[in-house]
């Protein structure tokens, strides 16, 4: 264990309590051992280290519900290690990690060999997402039971929809006996495919073939009717990247019918459109594509009102050959790790969200949809806090970034908020350079 640690002088805000102030915190034994919500900071042990955080910003470390790396398989993409070391830097302390691996992590040796390698790299939480269906080919069940035992905390077939109705509907059952969360994005495969973009008048001047906002609506319409079907077995689901307008009066009626459904967006989709697209640069190529503006005020308005419950970087990877083709032929995707809080603190400092609930989407929300106790300050929770420079300016810089593949939607965009110290079960893990 770490020494203990005393962080003095910091504007705390918790999503938990609903706390937004002076405070201090104690650390020790990788538990918040004391919060004190008052100018005046707690007495420090013998030997404990003392930080003055001079007013910087210190909440609970993020928790991301959707990043891909290379390992196993792909390592020249990302390792997990790579990617640990970009999460600390963006702050975020609990890695949730795609399952589209090679091999997929659609049984339990898988899960048991990523959480060996998080244990050994020492960089963070990382919780392994569990294929829904063997071989993410979306016709028979994975190990879901299994793979539960042996850590894995929800289950998914990444960006690939489960078509085959009986089969969600039996994912959705048999997980919701075990208390797993299941996510899927929702996608009509048909309507998507061959899309490299939004189907709009713009992608059509570009000559590029386009997916229509219907393909999520009707699959997420699908997912709707079958978690009614299912939820007497205990299913939940959270529907993945929401992208467009249209999704959000369904989701919206799920939610008013009481049914148990979350909600998520990407980072990408509240910040661009698919304008930025410009004359065909890659680094903007995503799944699901940028949509419209339209698409993006209302996905923002959504988030602020609680509508949608929780924000991910949808970290992923692609190496320089991957991007460096025509645009209908280049790899979908955008890192994300390092640039997901100071793009997420952009609404805030837009005034579009009040800060608390913007911390909220990617601390307590995507923390209580797994049932875990982090994601919150209060004593007894595990020691996972950031200290942040909101005010902080930065041009991003997508070559210096952590992560091993450079392809950073935010190449170039100016944003403000540093990470200064990333603490996760009470080890400094990040710390900036002063």
């Avoid at 073939?209 to 997420?220: K, Q, Y």
């Avoid at 007894?380 to 939607?409: E, F, H, Q, W, Y």
Wanted: proline letters at 7%; one cysteine or more; hydrophobic letters at 45%.
């Amino acid at each position: 264990m770490s020494p203990p640690l005393v962080i003095r002088g910091a504007r705390l805000v918790d999503p938990a309590s609903g706390y937004d102030g002076p405070g201090s915190v104690l650390v020790a034994d990788g538990r918040i051992e004391d919060v004190a919500r008052q100018a005046t900071a707690p007495g420090a042990p013998d030997g404990a280290r003392e930080i003055d955080a001079a007013g910087a910003l210190v909440c609970p470390g993020l928790v991301d519900l959707r990043a891909k790396t290379g390992e196993p398989g792909s390592e020249p993409k990302e390792t997990l290690k790579s990617a640990l070391r970009a999460a600390a830097a963006g702050g975020v302390t609990t890695l949730a990690v795609m399952p589209d691996t090679d091999p997929p992590v659609d049984d339990p040796a898988v899960v048991d060999f990523i959480l060996r390698r998080a244990r050994d790299i020492g960089l963070g939480r990382v919780i392994p997402a569990g294929a829904a269906t063997k071989g993410l080919e979306g016709k028979a069940l994975a190990e879901i039971g299994l793979m539960h035992e042996a850590g894995c905390a929800f289950v998914c077939d990444a960006d690939r929809p489960i078509v085959d109705s009986r089969v969600m509907r039996r994912v959705l059952a048999y997980a919701g006996g075990l208390d797993v969360l299941v996510a899927h994005r929702p996608a009509d495969p048909w309507l998507t495919d061959g899309a490299a973009a939004h189907e709009s008048e713009f992608a059509g001047r570009l000559g590029l073939a386009g997916s229509p906002a219907a393909a999520e609506t009707i699959m997420l319409e699908r997912d709707i009717a079958l978690l009614d079907l299912t939820k007497g077995a205990g299913a939940r689901l959270l529907s993945d990247q929401l992208s467009t307008a249209a999704s959000l009066a369904p989701l919206a009626r799920a939610k008013e019918a009481g049914l148990p459904i979350q909600a998520s967006v990407s980072i990408n989709h509240l910040t661009f459109n698919e304008l930025d697209i410009g004359d065909y640069r890659t680094f903007w190529k995503l799944t699901p594509p940028l949509r419209g503006e339209m698409d993006r005020e209302a996905l923002v308005e959504a988030l602020a009102s609680g509508l949608i419950d929780l924000v991910v970087s949808a970290h992923a990877p692609a190496p320089a050959e991957d991007k460096r083709l025509p645009f209908q032929e280049a790899a979908p995707g955008s890192i994300g790790l390092e640039t997901l809080l100071p793009a997420l603190l952009t609404l805030h400092h837009e005034g579009r969200a009040p800060l608390i609930r913007l911390l909220e989407t990617v601390t307590l929300a995507p923390a209580k949809a797994l049932g875990r106790e982090f994601g919150r300050l209060s004593r007894g929770a595990p020691a996972d806090l950031i200290m942040v420079d909101i005010n902080a300016p930065r041009i991003i810089d997508a070559a210096a970034l952590t992560s091993k593949s450079k392809n950073s939607a935010f190449d170039g965009r100016r944003l403000q908020g540093e990470v200064l110290l990333t603490l996760a079960e009470g080890r400094v893990i990040h710390e900036a350079r002063t």
